[in-house]
């Protein structure tokens, strides 16, 4: 008798990240930076580390001429684990930056399923993976205009196979004030991401795009002392059956010094509500943070992630 394959494992992990809008290449839409998780999985503003999944404006912001990050994530979803990887590096030349970026998740392996009487049967073992790869360019128009151009490939096998070719768009604007005697330094974005096509045995499809807007303010309460402020909103139109839906997020952190940072965020709407929180250290050469999603409901995975980061001259 045929086998129904239904796995407890790939299928569950990809359900529960891509919810109940049933939206294609859930790897898409995975945390990749720990910093950006840390503040509810806020994409926009200042970001010191895997610039082309975030916001590859910022690169154009730092002193450094080359990045390099790497992300390990840990994905926990009733009793389930799976591991992503993400390997990313930046270069700047004067108003130019360039960017290229990988993203890896094992999802994990399955020989059990289920056939059409409800029983258990044996069957080969089958590994549950996506990837992405994706390249970026960026420019600075001015001192505080700058624009971003995303395009990539990504693939999902295992039970079922799919492949996806993925763009985004975005622009950017920088900016310093002064109010009640305190300066504040801004980051606002708008992007456009997930534009593409999505095939599935054959069947050609719109990917499910996102409109976002968003950024980050720092005010320095003195030399040594800033508070961070994160925002973010997106989103996810009605397309092609698939259900309009939208999602927020906040965070708040305080700097010390420029180098050690303590986050916390607020993640609400698209069917996922959830807590963030993480902490870091910064300096010219190089930078680490770990953070930590955590949700109420057991429907929901929970999330643990490191970040890397190396900065060049």
Known sequence: MRNVIITTLGLLAFSALANAQSRPMPLLEMPTSAEALSVGNSLKG?????????????????????????????????????????VDGAIKRKKDAFFAGMRYWNIGNKDTFVDFTEHETNHKKITEMAFSIDLCYAYQWNNHLASYVTTGYSHESGVTKQHAWQNNIGI???????????????????SADHLGINSYRKVRKALSPRL??????????????QIELFADAGLYPSIQNRKSSTEY???IGYALNNKIRIRMGRHLGDKDNYWTMGAGYTTRRFNIFAA???TPSSEQPNVYMLNLALNIK
């Open 172 to 190: 950017t604007w920088n900016d310093s004030t002064h109010f009640i005697g305190k300066e504040f330094i801004y980051n606002i974005g708008f």
């Open 249 to 251: 997020s906040l965070g």
């Open 46 to 86: 200042v970001q010191h580390s895997h610039y082309i999944f975030t916001n590859p404006s910022a690169m154009l912001q730092q002193s450094s001429n080359i990045n390099t990050s790497y992300a390990a994530e840990l994905i926990s979803s009733k009793g389930n684990t799976s591991y992503l990887h993400i």
């Open 212 to 225: 976002s807007a968003g950024g980050s303010v720092h005010m320095m309460l003195t030399n040594a002392h």
């Open 292 to 294: 930590t999603k955590l």
